[in-house]
T-cell receptor, first 115, second 110 residues
Framework: NAGVTQTPKFQVLKTGQSMTLQCAQD?????MSWYRQDPGMGLRLIHY???????DQGEVPNGYNVSRSTTEDFPLRLLSAAPSQTSVYFC??????????????FGPGTRLTVL | AQRVTQPEKLLSVFKGAPVELKCNYS??????LFWYVQYSRQRLQLLLR??SRESIKGFTADLNKGETSFHLKKPFAQEEDSAMYYC????????????FGTGTQLKVEL
């Protein structure tokens, strides 16, 4: 199993450009999520999904879109990049376990710089 | 709203000294708490969860509902413990979400 994979590893954008960060998992996990990691702010949840066709907003969803057409993939779209979106982005997935979702498995991250 | 507080950005200890990474939370529901760790150039990974009441790599954490705390402890720090540690709270009200603290960088010096 490859686990959780993310592409690209690094990306530089100009203000106003759009792009999609890719995330895939091969563990048949139902729950997937996107976080951004900023110095001094920890990880903040952007969007999450509890299964194919179902998405919901996290703590900082503005400027980002997601979709979940398959169990495996959960892409994150930046609609019009802004310097405030410069960050490291992590995708994670976890299997359901009763009423909670246990261990989250993280991808390697994508380092995004917006100029 | 739920919140996880890690008051120390950086904690520096000597090898062999005890370690305590502090974590406090605020949540109106029944808390489910976790510690995640990120070693240099590695992925974020689960260290332990309170519900398992386990010891991983010598680390333990006890949930204290009265003090709303979930501090991470290890009696004798090792050099390989140097990493970023995040406390996280699973929230089920209004959705299923994991809320992270801001993290504590642990540096174990020789």
């Amino acid at each position: 199993n490859a686990g959780v994979t993310q592409t690209p590893k690094f990306q530089v954008l100009k203000t106003g450009q759009s792009m999609t960060l890719q995330c895939a998992q091969d563990m048949n996990h139902e729950y997937m999520s996107w976080y951004r990691q900023d110095p001094g702010m920890g990880l903040r949840l952007i969007h999450y999904s509890v299964g194919a066709g179902i998405t919901d907003q996290g703590e900082v969803p503005n400027g980002y879109n997601v979709s979940r057409s398959t169990t495996e993939d959960f892409p994150l779209r930046l609609l019009s990049a802004a310097p405030s979106q410069t960050s490291v982005y992590f995708c994670a997935s976890s299997p359901p376990s009763g009423r909670t979702y246990n261990e989250q498995f993280f991808g390697p991250g994508t380092r995004l710089t917006v100029l | 709203a739920q919140r996880v507080t890690q008051p120390e950005k950086l904690l520096s200890v000597f090898k062999g000294a005890p370690v305590e990474l502090k974590c406090n939370y605020s949540y109106s529901g029944s808390p489910e708490l976790f510690w995640y760790v990120q070693y240099s150039r590695q992925r974020l990974q689960l260290l332990l969860r309170h519900i398992s009441r386990e010891s991983i790599k010598g680390f333990t954490a006890d949930l204290n509902k009265g003090e709303t705390s979930f501090h991470l402890k290890k009696p004798f720090a090792q050099e390989e413990d140097s990493a970023m540690y995040y406390c996280a709270l699973w929230v089920t009200g209004g959705g299923n979400k994991l809320t992270f603290g801001t993290g504590t960088q642990l540096k174990v010096e020789l």
